[in-house]
């Protein structure tokens, strides 16, 4: 299984809304809707905040929207605040009952 | 609420193998729908999921490590087991272990990760 690719980087100010992508391929995003995101500060564990494409955990706002189109899973954060200043990774199933990770994209708010 | 404790050695010699210990507390061992794994994350890089341990006892492991590596789980003592064999410098990482879910494969609790160095 090959890595799911996330941009290193993303950025945005203050309230606007920041799009985070995760392209994987037909046999793993593609194929399933078990796509997952992790926030991560640093030092931290990951923690859950998207699964099953687009369905939050309690406790997680709802500025944190995730969505799927093909092979290329999204992650939304609206309405960006300071401490949503982190690095995020989205998982999928890849079918054999194993799970492949994205490289991480690291988001700073301005 | 579940909690994860992960030990072991923290400085393991190249060629040696990695044993790791995760203390499961708050988690029913009749559930179902949860199964056990290793994520393992090096300095500065992304997640790396390593493999998992059904409750059925069945496991499954990443394809780069399944030659070395050994998932198990000791029910009476509540402790989930990680052991990498002939390791090298490219193992260095902070070790976590998680519980998965199934419908979805995602991990809806981790521990706090340990570092494992090797190093001689």
């Known amino acids: 299984q090959s890595a799911l690719t996330q941009p290193p980087s993303a950025s945005g100010s203050p309230g606007q809304s920041v799009t985070i992508s995760c392209t994987g391929t037909?046999?793993?995003?593609?194929?399933?809707?078990?796509v997952s995101w992790y926030q991560q500060y640093p030092g931290k564990a990951p923690t859950l905040i998207i699964y099953?494409?687009?369905k939050r955990p309690s406790g997680v706002p709802d500025r944190f929207s995730g969505s799927k189109s093909g092979n290329t899973a999204s992650l939304t954060v609206s309405g960006l605040q300071a401490e949503d200043e982190a690095d995020y990774y989205c998982?999928?199933?890849?079918?054999?009952?194993?799970?492949?990770f994205g490289g991480g994209t690291k988001l700073t708010v301005l | 609420q579940v909690l994860l404790q992960e030990s072991g050695p923290r400085l393991v010699k190249p060629s040696e193998t990695l044993s790791l210990t995760c203390t499961v507390s708050?988690?029913?061992?009749?559930?179902?729908?949860?199964?056990w794994c290793w994520i393992r994350q090096p300095a500065g890089k992304g997640l790396e999921w390593i493999g998992r341990?059904?409750?059925?006892?069945?496991?499954s492991y990443l394809s780069s490590l399944k030659s070395r590596v050994t998932i198990s789980l000791d029910t009476s003592k509540n402790q989930l087991s990680l052991n990498l064999r002939s390791v090298t410098a490219a193992d260095t990482a902070i070790y976590y272990c998680?519980?998965?879910?199934?419908?979805?494969?995602?991990?809806?609790?981790w521990g706090q990760g340990t570092l494992a160095t090797v190093s001689s």
């Open positions: 998982s999928s199933y890849g079918g054999n009952q194993d799970v492949v």
């Open positions: 708050g988690a029913y061992s009749s559930e179902t729908t949860q199964y």
């Open positions: 998680a519980r998965g879910r199934r419908n979805g494969d995602y991990f809806d609790f």
């Open positions: 037909s046999s793993d995003v593609g194929h399933y809707d078990y």
């Open positions: 099953g494409v687009n």
């Open positions: 341990l059904d409750p059925s006892g069945s496991t």
